[in-house]
């Protein structure tokens, strides 16, 4: 081999040993981060759970915050019903069984007068709806979804 072409190999050795130190070879991928953005209503939730249940079934492994405000909380308050007359009540219990998280703006329930224990037990209640999407999407790296 000619000095010239061994010099090559060991740069081009060095260069790939010094871009690839410290890189696991197996490293995990971290979990895909996600919120769904409800404010519009019964429809808007009923889509929404449809597609949360899509996206579970093709990654199960995906971290998902549902953030509602204004008309979008009604679904999460016992008894409300989609358009069909199912209770939602089912379909919000099985995909917090599946790790989705469900939050609800304080605001709108002190404007709409609605009692926080009115709401379904999964729900847990955030001071703002908007400024909760906000700070997941900037703070904790959760990609937007509105249904």
């Known amino acids: 081999m000619s000095p010239a072409l061994s010099r090559r190999l060991f740069l081009a050795l ?25 404010s519009e209503g019964a ?10 249940r899509n996206h579970l079934n093709a990654d199960p492994q995906a971290r998902i915050v549902v953030v509602t405000h204004g008309p979008g909380i009604d ?7 989609d358009a069909q007359g199912r209770p939602f009540a089912g379909a919000v219990g099985e995909l917090a069984n599946r790790g989705v998280h469900f ?12 009692e926080a224990d009115r709401l379904v037990m999964e729900a847990s ?18 990609a937007y979804l509105r249904p």
């Not at 410290?22 to 953005?37: D, K, L, N, S, W």
């Not at 209640?125 to 959760?142: K, P, T």
């Open 125 to 142: 209640i955030v001071d703002s709806g908007v400024a909760e999407v906000s700070r997941l999407q900037v703070r904790e790296g959760h």
């Open 14 to 38: 060095a260069l790939t040993t010094a871009t690839t130190a410290g890189t696991p070879a197996f490293a995990a991928e971290e979990p895909i981060r996600v919120v769904y953005h409800i």
């Open 43 to 52: 429809h808007q939730a009923s889509r929404a759970i449809g597609n949360i």
């Open 103 to 114: 939050r609800v703006c304080n605001n709108t329930l002190r404007s709409r007068s609605i």
């Open 75 to 81: 679904f999460l308050i016992d008894g409300a019903e």
